[in-house]
């Protein structure tokens, strides 16, 4: 039978059944060749062959002589097997770069896979694949980018969102402290830049960092204090004074901040350390317990943990050190401004 008068039709090809297999089982036994069974079947000859090398197994007969035989059941196993462990192709393929990008971001520049994401769309960089935020984490949890894992991660919730309520009114230890109820609504509702929180971020030992935030912005400014002391936060906000010279009043118009003990010297730090008669800011205290009412501040303080564990002695950390950690703060691509940063918002704004 020639080429152009063979009973094989073309078709789209599809896997093996069941049912083919068994065919082919009972085909062979009957000593039909694998070429003869490939046109009766209308396969190719190739899936056939390698058909029968797949599901071949090696059977002792009663003189204890070996042999090999096709077995469909066992053809079919294989199939089901290599099927289930086959699952959904990567998305990012072949897209080495892209994988590279990263793992690069996320190991090295401490970005979340959210930011990377927004960083690619944002500036428009190109890659062979575009994938979403939710796939990378997917990727992350199956371990398929090289050196990453959950623990590279900042934050990654599974618990609902936890409910805010005050717990009292007035704290007991700073009851001539100015009310965050006090404070005025386009501070409350980020209507201006100007107005700003401040906590305190504690090391092993005796260092910390005195930590702004802007409400507006999320400008952030890091300040290495020797001790957690009212003196030492008055000092860093007497030196930021002088560097804003007589503009300090209009970049930081309140400052709000919860009632720890080095906060709670209200009239020094409202008080203008260049001229004896001028108020340089206004000052208002969260409610006790509340720290979502400096929520700005809260989430800035877990950007500086990337950088600073817990436990971890911030005396170790130069000045030069706590500068750059500021500036790639402020250089942090966010969704909440379309991903761009503090300082894009500082320049629109």
């Avoid at 190109?126 to 992350?140: E, G, R």
């Avoid at 930021?240 to 300090?248: A, P, T, V």
């Avoid at 989430?299 to 170790?316: E, H, Q, T």
Wanted: net charge positive; glycine share 6%.
């Amino acid at each position: 039978m020639g080429q152009e008068k063979n009973s094989t039709k073309k078709g789209s090809w599809k896997q093996l059944s069941e049912e083919e297999r068994y065919k082919i089982e009972a085909l062979l036994k009957a000593k039909i060749s694998p070429k003869e069974i490939a046109v009766q079947l209308m396969r190719d000859k190739r899936t056939i062959e390698r058909e029968i090398a797949r599901g071949s197994v090696i059977q002792r007969d009663w003189e204890w002589r070996d042999r090999v035989v096709y077995l469909a059941d066992v053809g079919q196993r294989i199939h089901d097997e290599k099927a289930s462990n086959k699952g959904r192709g990567l998305k990012i393929g072949n897209d080495h770069e892209l994988a590279k990008h990263i793992e690069d971001k996320i190991k090295n520049d401490k970005y979340s896979p959210d930011a990377v994401i927004g960083e690619i769309r944002s500036k428009g960089l190109k890659f062979k694949t575009s994938i979403c935020t939710k796939t990378v984490y997917n990727y992350i949890d199956k371990e398929i980018f090289l050196g990453i894992t959950n623990k590279d991660l900042p934050v990654k919730r599974k618990r609902k969102k936890r409910k805010y309520h005050k717990t009292r009114k007035v704290a007991l230890n700073n009851r001539n402290g100015r009310s965050i109820d006090e404070r005025p609504e386009n501070a409350n509702n980020r209507e201006e830049i100007g107005h700003w929180e401040m906590d305190c971020v504690v090391g092993s030992k005796k260092e910390c960092l005195l930590v702004l935030t802007e409400r507006k912005t999320r400008e952030e400014k890091l300040f290495k204090l020797k001790a957690k002391t009212q003196d030492n936060v008055i000092e860093a906000i007497n030196k930021l004074e002088r560097r804003h010279k007589g503009k300090f009043s209009e970049s930081f118009k309140t400052i709000t901040m919860d009632n720890g003990c080095e906060f709670l010297d209200m009239e020094r730090l409202e008080a203008s350390s260049l001229s004896i008669d001028r108020q340089r800011t206004t000052a208002y205290y969260a409610h006790p317990y509340s720290a979502w009412e400096r929520g700005s501040n809260e989430n800035a303080n877990k950007l500086i943990r990337r950088f600073i564990p817990k436990g971890v002695d911030i005396g170790k950390y130069t000045n030069a050190e706590i500068k750059r950690i500021e500036h790639w703060m402020n250089n942090y691509l966010r969704r909440m401004f379309g991903y761009k940063s503090a300082n894009d918002m500082r320049k629109i704004a």
